[in-house]
């Protein structure tokens, strides 16, 4: 039976039928080469992780055949399985799309994945199937950690410089409150300092010391033997035998020694001396403080005649022929004696005026004057001296503070002995009573006058050391430049920076300059004009190419330096080798420019 023959309207329906299978082939074609043509793995689950799908780069070596059919749990480490599996459930729940990101081991290689999860609905709204991309992100992820990396180590860098700032600050208000603080204590304490150095046998005077010796500043320290001549015999053999301790054996010392001026006055001077070493533990110098004692030193001396005296009014105390009024008169020394049988009393005239009474009025009753005139503290030990005289026969020396009836702040030595009648039997106590406030007040001015020199000492020390541990910790060298004699000091570690030896001397400036960059040359040139002239102070980072040809990045910050008459005279600082951050900062520019 033939065909039946088709309409011109049915031939054209087949014809556009044909037309749409063509497209519709063309565009799955399309789809295919894009798929093909992606880095990306995508895949189509059922939601419990079935495979029904795959497309991935040939570069991976896996075809479809190798994973449609299979679950999430065939192809992933437990961890990462349990992680895609939720995201699926979540995914199913909510309707939503979701990313994460996942280190794993892919066909034997540990990278770092993005994996995009989206759903495939029914036209109930229903997810029924999963599609998921699968991208490479591993370069980006090592990218991300190596500037975060960066990032810390730019972060850490800049504690570094903010920390070393602080260093540099410290270093330049230690020198500040250094130099403060032992000015104050030489106005305060009657101080001055010296230095000496042994290897160019030099001396350096503060003002205080020229003030000692009658000399000018200006004129600079007189010759030794023209001070020396000055010290009488036993000052200058103590002196001599201190100093050779000093210098060979490394003794410190603090001696008392004494010195006629030009009117023919005697000064009493105490000498406190410590040795200076180097890195070799070798002495090469000497330093010190001298201090002022003539009046001190009176007194000191006047409390011994007065001690001397006491003891000799209780020998002849005992011998009835002594005289009262004599003894009184010569060491302000008052008399009592107490009749314990009797409850008699007898004081001296001076005794009646210590405590502040009428010689015409009756002595009052011990206790009462105690209680009235002393300190729990100090009656407690008056009472504790006096209980073990009467019961033991044990004699005292003791010091007392009180507040006699004129209001006033005394203290008095008591020295008393015990009575004995024929029988050995203790009747009664008798003894001397001394005014001893002003020796105390002094005791107390040398204590305090020891605590000065001591803690002199210390500001010295910690001065020095001060200095050393910030140049130490900071890489930091200390500079002063004076206008006027156009001259330059240098610490060690600046002579370290510029590659010279620290036992020459220190270069010109103009010899300085060259070692700096043109840009640096300008800058300094520019920024100590400024200090100069109008007290700007700096903070410049230069580089220098030393005298070993190495290059050395600095930080140079610097303040003017001020006469009495606040002209400027000078310049001071402090100068840090920055060499090591300067080449991170340059490591790191380096590297972001490759990353960029």
Same mark, same amino acid.
């Given at each position: ?13 087949? /014809? ?36 029904? !799908? ?9 075809? %479809? ?36 990101? #996942?280190?794993?081991?892919? #066909? ?43 990032? %810390? ?7 570094? #410089? ?30 001055? !300092? ?13 003002? !205080? ?13 007189? #010759? ?48 406190? %001396? ?8 070798? /002495? ?141 039997? /203790? ?132 303040? %003017? ?33 490759? !990353?960029?």
């Amino acid at each position: 039976m033939s065909k039946k023959k088709l309409t011109y309207q049915e031939l054209e329906k087949e /014809i556009i039928q044909l037309k749409s299978e063509i497209k519709l082939k063309e565009s799955e074609d399309r789809f295919s080469m894009l798929l093909k043509a992606s880095e990306d793995m995508i895949s189509i689950h059922e939601p419990n992780g079935r495979y029904i !799908y795959y497309n991935g780069p040939k570069c991976y070596a896996i075809t %479809a055949k190798d994973v449609v059919g299979k679950t999430i749990t065939d192809f992933f480490e437990d961890d990462i399985s349990h992680q895609l599996l939720n995201t699926f459930k979540r995914v199913v729940k909510t309707g939503k799309s979701e990313r994460i990101e #996942l280190l794993f081991d892919w #066909l034997g290689e540990k990278k770092w994945f993005l994996e995009y999860i989206y759903p495939i609905k029914n036209n109930n709204g229903d997810v029924i199937e999963l599609v998921k991309v699968c991208r490479d992100i591993h370069k980006r992820k090592i990218a991300e950690q190596i500037i975060a990396e960066q990032n %810390a180590e730019k972060e850490t860098q800049l504690k570094e #410089l903010e920390i070393s700032r602080h260093k540099i600050q410290n270093s330049l208000e230690l020198l500040e409150k250094s130099k403060y603080s032992m000015n104050e204590a030489s106005k305060i304490a009657k101080i001055g !300092y010296w230095d000496h150095d042994l290897i160019t046998n030099t001396v350096t005077w503060s003002d !205080y010391i020229h003030s000692i010796f009658g000399t000018n500043p200006k004129d600079g320290v007189p #010759l030794q033997e023209e001070i020396f001549k000055n010290f009488d015999n036993e000052s200058r053999e103590k002196l001599k035998k201190a100093t050779l301790e000093l210098t060979t054996k490394g003794t410190s010392y603090d001696i008392e020694i004494k010195w006629t001026n030009e009117n023919e006055e005697e000064i009493w001077l105490r000498n406190v %001396a410590q040795p200076i070493y180097n890195k070799e533990n070798q /002495i090469i110098g000497k330093r010190g403080v001298m201090q002022n004692i003539t009046s001190s030193k009176i007194v000191q001396l006047q409390l011994e005649v007065s001690r001397q005296t006491t003891e000799s009014s209780l020998e002849l105390l005992a011998k009835r022929e002594f005289s009262m009024n004599e003894a009184s008169k010569t060491a302000k020394i008052g008399f009592f004696e107490d009749n314990v049988v009797t409850e008699t009393r007898v004081w001296s005239e001076y005794l009646y005026q210590v405590f502040g009474l009428d010689p015409k009025e009756e002595i009052p009753p011990r206790k009462e004057l105690s209680k009235l005139l002393m300190n729990e503290e100090n009656q407690q030990k008056l009472a504790k001296s006096l209980s073990k005289l009467d019961t033991e026969g044990i004699s005292f020396d003791i010091e007392i503070e009180m507040n006699n009836l004129r209001k006033e702040k005394i203290w008095v030595r008591a020295v008393v002995q015990p009575v004995y009648n024929k029988e050995n039997k /203790i009747v009664g106590r008798r003894g001397v009573m001394q005014d001893i406030t002003v020796f105390k007040k002094t005791e107390q001015e040398l204590q305090i006058s020891k605590q000065q020199i001591q803690t002199t000492l210390d500001l010295l020390e910690k001065s020095e050391y001060s200095k050393n541990e910030a140049s130490n910790t900071a890489k930091i060298g200390y500079h002063h430049y004076n206008i006027e004699t156009d001259t330059f000091t240098w610490s060690e570690n600046l002579y370290r920076f510029f590659g010279l030896d620290h036992n020459k001397p220190v270069p010109s400036r103009d010899e300085i300059l060259k070692c700096f960059d043109k840009e640096s040359q300008n800058k300094m040139k520019e920024a100590t004009l400024d200090l100069d002239s109008k007290g700007i102070p700096y903070d410049l980072e230069l580089k220098i190419i030393n005298f070993k040809d190495k290059e050395v990045w600095v930080r140079n910050v610097a303040e %003017a330096v001020y006469n009495e008459k606040n002209e400027i005279i000078g310049r001071r600082g402090v100068t840090q080798d920055i060499t090591e951050q300067k080449q991170i900062e340059y490591k790191n520019l380096i590297i972001t420019e490759n !990353y960029k």
